[in-house]
């Protein structure tokens, strides 16, 4: 895969004398996407897009983007500087050759390296999903409808600059995403699952299927819910779901900005023992890799909270200056969902999880007795105030008593503020799982979590 | 630019393996945003989306194969690619027919484009905006203005013959910050939406009104107090409460959800799903909305299309392939973010049409409920939520104290069967975006004042 960068190195060597410094990210993306569907390909999707983006300083810095590859480079470098000269504030630092990122990277750590998906890899695509699907209709008969979509994902970024970075990396990932609507009684259920490795072969078709299987039987009957504080198990699903909102408060922008509940608490302890989160460059499950940032610093695992001590920030260059600690690698564009093309020089995570523990769910309820198995959590951009930390958030669960299921509840809401959540869990699952954020910024990852005092309406 | 010649001749490779249906989407999209604080613009940037999608179907399989390599040559290779996705290899398919230019008015005329406005001018705005927001209160920790406009081109060409553009233009003013004071801290954020271009911002006291219910929302929400679990009438206020419409009925009647059965509106349709105070109406062609266009996606002109008529189930939302999959047309719902995506169809502007009760009423009758004034955001399904900004205790027929953390859930159909009341005065509002398979469209959800008999909520036990 080749993003050429060849006209804009020229031009970042040669840049009009009010510019004094420069950078180009070329990005190159590449999608296959196979749908089946109730027996059939329902769909099938191939894409390649490459963005480039730009940022230019003169005194400030300013930022243009392109996906028109045919516009000259000076154009767009002189959009990003003419930007700049309507700006206050400081200019954004650029790595230099000794500090950013120089070289090619063309495999992961473990030398899984990118091939062209052509007609063979899509074959084995489809087969894979027919097969699933056969599999899922087999082992869970009330199964009326179902949608199994295997995606390969493939990303080059190449970033130059003029202080002589010069970095390039290819890799890719696959997810697999079963939903299925089930009758059982007189309803009808929703159930999904989703994996994300880094070679097809890796994919575990009998723990996804199973999956869903758990997810839709989790659901059935539901019978009335007494509202009250409960102690719960957090099934992974669940807690991913709040990850893509709670991994902003370990963000040294918010952190910077007061926007984080967790600003002011830097080398506090602010969970459990139990608790550790990082943020990983790689991750050899599931295939999400980020040797370097958007601005070429070197991708530097971080340990965020280490046995419930807040001990580490994710950065970008400008606030790792600023925090004067080293870079990690966090330089992203695409924070939240937005419209248009991702422009925000924020901070993002690349594979961010709580670590897991020793204790299968099964063995997280067994320790719970009596509680409540939170499988479902939804609306996950509303639902958490990053800055206050309050959280209220609609989910369904799993009555349990003497740590087996009793009955099922739907339409509940947990609520609380994340400081004591994060003080009240007692145990960690075994069970991590990981998914990928809807734009492809970044993987996000939990395993099932045993937590007390935590009020539950319903 | 590609000759009609030439796209003919893109189509015919696309329909090469038997598909019946073939279409392209190119699109050529301009945006510029401006973040501020105060007197400091703190990032300034321009982005330019441009590409293309060759969408192919035979019956109900499809195939998309979307690039922004758009020379002739390119765009032959990835027709070819997409004809041979699909699933049925056939000798050859169906030719394209010659093509026809159609042109349909525009909702949303533009006075002034934003390409023709200096940065300077969009600096000084958010200057302005920014320094101004930031004075509503003095227990302002920061505030932040972000200015944002869009100037999409589009052009849809396909195999039916129809050649088709759209010009749609939209500016956005975000302000967003912390707030803090004794009795605690929170954030929030909420935007001036308007389907205009820069004349959106002549008249300054429209995004002033929004900064300051903001933030005024906001403080008033640091003074709420938890509710009680149990069940209670609610009354959702004019406007954009109407988000439970877009919640509750919008997404379950889009064809995706239909025909993957994942709604309980499925085998609904000539059924009472709702009380008979309930006329639903997704209409694309309301002039000044942001959910408006000239055009969906598919180029097929946008309408009005009555969803629910007196509590009987009377469509779906559908683009052609969704409508494929149902047995039915296309309803001018084909709809995407940007040429990243397939068409799918999705709401446009969604209103619940006004009925006859008195709204001091609504309030005056309860003893004891909940009034909801404005709604952050929400999740659609089978079953849905939604976030509740600004909610009121109703005590003896007044609205009394906040309620904190408050979130609606349940139902659809269960829900709207139980509207009892429906105001006099339909309250439009500025649009926001919603999230769903084909990516983040602009839409609007509104209706007048409302009252649900009884709805459970979790609260304090």
Same mark, same amino acid.
């Given at each position: 895969?080749?993003?050429?960068?060849? $006209?804009?190195?020229?031009k970042?060597n040669?840049?009009?004398? $009010?510019?004094?410094e420069?950078e180009?990210?070329?990005?190159?993306?590449?999608?296959?996407?196979?749908v089946?569907?109730?027996?059939?390909?329902?769909g099938?999707?191939?894409?390649e897009v490459?963005?480039? *983006?730009?940022? *230019?300083?003169?005194?400030?810095t300013?930022?243009?983007? +392109?996906?028109?590859? =045919?516009?000259?480079?000076?154009?767009?470098?002189?959009?990003?500087y003419e930007?700049?000269?309507?700006m206050n504030?400081?200019?954004?630092?650029?790595?230099?050759?000794?500090?950013?990122f120089?070289?090619?990277?063309?495999?992961?750590?473990?030398? +899984?390296?990118?091939?062209?998906?052509?007609?063979?890899?899509?074959?084995?695509m /489809?087969?894979?999903?027919?097969?699933?699907? $056969?599999?899922?209709?087999?082992?869970i008969?009330?199964?009326?409808n179902?949608?199994?979509?295997?995606?390969?994902v493939?990303?080059?970024?190449?970033?130059?600059?003029s202080k002589?970075?010069?970095?390039?990396?290819? @890799?890719?990932?696959?997810?697999?995403?079963?939903?299925?609507?089930?009758?059982?009684?007189?309803h009808?259920?929703?159930?999904?699952s989703?994996?994300?490795?880094?070679c097809l072969?890796?994919? /575990?078709?009998? #723990?996804i299927?199973?999956?869903?299987?758990?997810?839709l039987?989790?659901?059935?009957?539901?019978?009335?819910?007494?509202s009250?504080?409960?102690?719960?198990?957090?099934?992974?699903?669940?807690?991913?779901?709040?990850?893509?909102t709670?991994?902003?408060?370990?963000?040294?922008k918010?952190?910077? $900005? *007061? +926007?984080?509940?967790f =600003?002011?608490?830097?080398? =506090?302890?602010?969970? @459990?023992?139990?608790?550790?989160?990082?943020?990983q460059?790689?991750?050899?499950?599931s295939g999400y890799?980020?040797?370097?940032?958007y601005?070429g610093?070197?991708?530097?695992?971080? #340990?965020?909270v280490? /046995?419930?001590?807040?001990?580490?920030?994710?950065h970008n260059?400008?606030?790792?200056?600023?925090c004067?600690?080293?870079?990690?690698?966090? *330089?992203?564009?695409?924070?939240?969902?937005?419209?248009?093309?991702?422009s925000?020089?924020?901070?993002?995570p690349?594979?961010?999880?709580i670590?897991p523990?020793n204790? =299968?769910?099964?063995?997280?309820?067994?320790?719970?007795?009596?509680g409540?198995y939170?499988?479902?959590?939804?609306?996950?951009?509303h639902?958490?105030?990053?800055?206050?930390?309050?959280? @209220?958030?609609?989910? /369904?669960?799993?009555?349990?008593?003497?740590?087996?299921?009793?009955?099922?509840?739907n339409?509940? #809401?947990i609520s609380?503020n994340?400081?004591?959540?994060?003080?009240?869990?007692?145990?960690?699952?075994?069970d991590?799982?990981t998914?990928?954020?809807?734009t492809?910024?970044?993987?996000?990852g939990?395993?099932s979590?045993y937590? +007390?005092?935590?009020?539950?309406t319903g | 630019?590609?000759s009609?010649?030439?796209?003919?001749?893109?189509?015919?490779?696309?329909?090469s393996?038997?598909?019946?249906?073939?279409?392209?989407?190119?699109?050529?999209t301009?945006e510029?945003?401006?973040?501020?604080?105060?007197?400091?613009?703190?990032?300034?940037?321009?982005?330019?989306i441009?590409?293309? %999608?060759?969408?192919?179907?035979?019956?109900?399989?499809?195939?998309?194969v979307?690039?922004?390599?758009?020379s002739?040559?390119n765009l032959?290779?990835?027709?070819?690619?997409? !004809?041979?996705?699909?699933?049925?290899?056939?000798?050859?398919?169906?030719q394209?027919?010659?093509?026809?230019?159609?042109?349909?008015?525009t909702?949303n005329?533009?006075?002034?484009?934003?390409?023709?406005?200096?940065?300077k001018?969009?600096?000084e705005?958010?200057?302005?905006?920014?320094?101004?927001?930031?004075?509503?209160?003095p227990?302002?920790?920061?505030m932040e203005?972000?200015? &944002?406009?869009?100037?999409?081109?589009i052009i849809v060409?396909?195999?039916?013959?129809?050649?088709?553009?759209?010009h749609r233009?939209?500016?956005?003013?975000? &302000?967003?910050g912390?707030?803090?004071?004794?009795?605690?801290?929170?954030?929030?954020?909420g935007d001036?939406?308007r389907?205009a271009?820069?004349?959106?911002?002549h008249?300054?006291?429209l995004?002033?009104?929004v900064?300051?219910?903001?933030?005024?929302?906001?403080l008033?929400?640091?003074?709420?107090?938890?509710?009680?679990?149990?069940v209670?009438?609610?009354?959702?206020?004019?406007?954009?409460?109407g988000?439970?419409?877009?919640? !509750?009925?919008?997404?379950?009647?889009?064809s995706?959800a239909?025909?993957?059965?994942?709604?309980?509106?499925?085998g609904?349709?000539?059924k009472?799903?709702?009380?008979?105070?309930v006329?639903?109406?997704?209409? %694309?062609t309301?002039?000044?909305?942001?959910g408006? !266009?000239?055009?969906?996606?598919?180029?097929?002109?946008?309408?009005?299309?009555?969803?629910?008529e007196?509590?009987?189930l009377?469509?779906?939302?559908?683009?052609r392939?969704?409508g494929r999959?149902?047995?039915?047309?296309?309803?001018?719902?084909?709809?995407?973010?940007s040429?990243a995506?397939?068409?799918?169809?999705?709401?446009t502007?969604t209103?619940?049409?006004?009925?006859?009760?008195?709204?001091?009423e609504?309030?005056?009758?309860?003893?004891r409920?909940? &009034?909801?004034?404005?709604?952050?955001?929400?999740?659609?399904?089978r079953?849905?939520?939604?976030?509740?900004?600004?909610?009121?205790?109703?005590?003896?027929?007044?609205?009394?104290?906040?309620i904190?953390?408050?979130?609606?859930?349940?139902?659809?159909?269960?829900?709207?069967?139980?509207?009892?009341r429906?105001?006099?005065n339909?309250?439009?509002e500025?649009?926001? &975006?919603?999230?769903?398979?084909?990516?983040l469209?602009?839409?609007?959800?509104?209706?007048?004042?409302?009252?649900?008999?009884?709805?459970?909520i979790?609260?304090?036990?």
């Amino acid at each position: 895969m080749l993003i050429n960068l060849q $006209e804009y190195k020229k031009k970042l060597n040669k840049l009009p004398a $009010e510019v004094k410094e420069a950078e180009a990210e070329g990005r190159l993306e590449d999608k296959v996407k196979v749908v089946v569907r109730d027996g059939s390909i329902g769909g099938v999707e191939s894409s390649e897009v490459a963005t480039i *983006a730009v940022r *230019a300083t003169g005194e400030r810095t300013g930022y243009a983007f +392109t996906q028109d590859l =045919s516009e000259n480079p000076m154009d767009l470098i002189r959009m990003a500087y003419e930007n700049s000269c309507y700006m206050n504030g400081e200019k954004q630092p650029l790595h230099s050759s000794e500090t950013g990122f120089c070289g090619a990277i063309t495999s992961t750590p473990r030398g +899984t390296s990118v091939q062209e998906i052509n007609g063979d890899g899509i074959t084995k695509m /489809k087969e894979l999903a027919f097969s699933i699907e $056969e599999l899922l209709h087999t082992q869970i008969p009330m199964v009326s409808n179902s949608e199994i979509i295997v995606e390969a994902v493939t990303t080059a970024s190449h970033v130059v600059n003029s202080k002589g970075v010069d970095g390039y990396y290819e @890799s890719r990932y696959y997810t697999v995403e079963i939903t299925a609507v089930a009758t059982m009684g007189e309803h009808n259920y929703n159930g999904r699952s989703f994996q994300m490795v880094e070679c097809l072969e890796e994919l /575990k078709e009998n #723990t996804i299927i199973e999956e869903v299987e758990q997810s839709l039987l989790n659901q059935f009957n539901p019978g009335e819910f007494t509202s009250g504080v409960y102690e719960a198990v957090l099934d992974k699903y669940a807690v991913c779901n709040m990850m893509i909102t709670l991994w902003k408060v370990f963000s040294a922008k918010h952190h910077l $900005e *007061a +926007t984080s509940i967790f =600003s002011g608490a830097y080398g =506090s302890k602010i969970a @459990s023992e139990t608790v550790t989160i990082v943020d990983q460059a790689y991750d050899e499950k599931s295939g999400y890799y980020r040797p370097f940032d958007y601005e070429g610093s070197y991708g530097n695992d971080v #340990t965020l909270v280490r /046995k419930g001590q807040f001990v580490g920030l994710m950065h970008n260059y400008k606030t790792a200056m600023e925090c004067n600690e080293e870079v990690t690698g966090n *330089a992203g564009r695409a924070e939240s969902l937005i419209a248009g093309m991702p422009s925000d020089y924020t901070v993002v995570p690349r594979n961010i999880r709580i670590c897991p523990g020793n204790r =299968s769910v099964e063995e997280l309820l067994t320790m719970m007795g009596d509680g409540v198995y939170i499988t479902e959590t939804y609306d996950q951009f509303h639902s958490i105030n990053q800055t206050s930390g309050e959280f @209220s958030i609609p989910c /369904k669960g799993v009555i349990i008593k003497n740590g087996k299921k009793e009955m099922a509840a739907n339409a509940l #809401t947990i609520s609380g503020n994340i400081k004591e959540l994060f003080q009240h869990i007692v145990e960690i699952g075994n069970d991590l799982h990981t998914e990928i954020f809807f734009t492809g910024a970044y993987a996000y990852g939990s395993p099932s979590l045993y937590v +007390t005092d935590l009020q539950i309406t319903g | 630019m590609l000759s009609q010649l030439q796209m003919q001749a893109i189509l015919d490779m696309a329909l090469s393996k038997g598909g019946d249906f073939a279409e392209l989407f190119f699109e050529d999209t301009h945006e510029n945003s401006v973040i501020g604080k105060s007197a400091d613009i703190k990032k300034i940037s321009s982005v330019h989306i441009y590409g293309a %999608g060759i969408y192919v179907l035979s019956g109900t399989s499809s195939a998309y194969v979307y690039t922004n390599q758009l020379s002739y040559a390119n765009l032959i290779k990835a027709a070819k690619k997409a !004809a041979a996705l699909l699933p049925i290899l056939k000798k050859a398919g169906k030719q394209s027919v010659q093509l026809c230019m159609e042109q349909y008015p525009t909702p949303n005329p533009i006075q002034m484009k934003p390409s023709t406005v200096s940065m300077k001018e969009k600096v000084e705005l958010v200057k302005e905006s920014s320094t101004m927001a930031g004075g509503l209160s003095p227990y302002i920790q920061s505030m932040e203005a972000t200015y &944002f406009d869009k100037e999409q081109q589009i052009i849809v060409v396909n195999s039916e013959g129809l050649l088709t553009t759209d010009h749609r233009v939209s500016s956005r003013l975000r &302000f967003s910050g912390v707030v803090e004071n004794h009795l605690g801290v929170d954030s929030f954020w909420g935007d001036y939406t308007r389907a205009a271009g820069f004349e959106a911002y002549h008249n300054p006291e429209l995004y002033r009104n929004v900064a300051r219910e903001l933030v005024n929302s906001t403080l008033i929400g640091l003074e709420g107090k938890s509710i009680k679990s149990g069940v209670y009438p609610v009354v959702m206020e004019a406007g954009a409460c109407g988000t439970l419409w877009h919640e !509750a009925c919008g997404h379950p009647l889009e064809s995706v959800a239909i025909s993957e059965n994942s709604s309980e509106f499925v085998g609904m349709l000539g059924k009472r799903v709702a009380s008979d105070k309930v006329t639903l109406v997704d209409d %694309g062609t309301i002039q000044g909305m942001y959910g408006s !266009a000239a055009i969906d996606d598919e180029g097929a002109q946008t309408r009005k299309n009555i969803l629910i008529e007196d509590g009987i189930l009377k469509g779906y939302l559908c683009d052609r392939l969704g409508g494929r999959r149902l047995g039915m047309e296309s309803t001018g719902n084909g709809r995407r973010q940007s040429y990243a995506y397939a068409p799918v169809a999705r709401m446009t502007n969604t209103y619940l049409a006004a009925g006859n009760d008195e709204e001091d009423e609504m309030i005056g009758s309860i003893d004891r409920g909940i &009034f909801v004034k404005s709604i952050g955001g929400g999740y659609g399904g089978r079953e849905f939520s939604l976030e509740v900004q600004e909610g009121y205790f109703i005590e003896h027929g007044k609205i009394t104290s906040p309620i904190k953390g408050l979130t609606l859930t349940g139902k659809g159909m269960d829900v709207i069967t139980k509207i009892d009341r429906v105001g006099k005065n339909l309250v439009p509002e500025g649009g926001s &975006f919603c999230g769903a398979s084909s990516g983040l469209c602009s839409v609007t959800s509104y209706q007048p004042r409302i009252r649900i008999s009884e709805m459970q909520i979790g609260g304090e036990c």
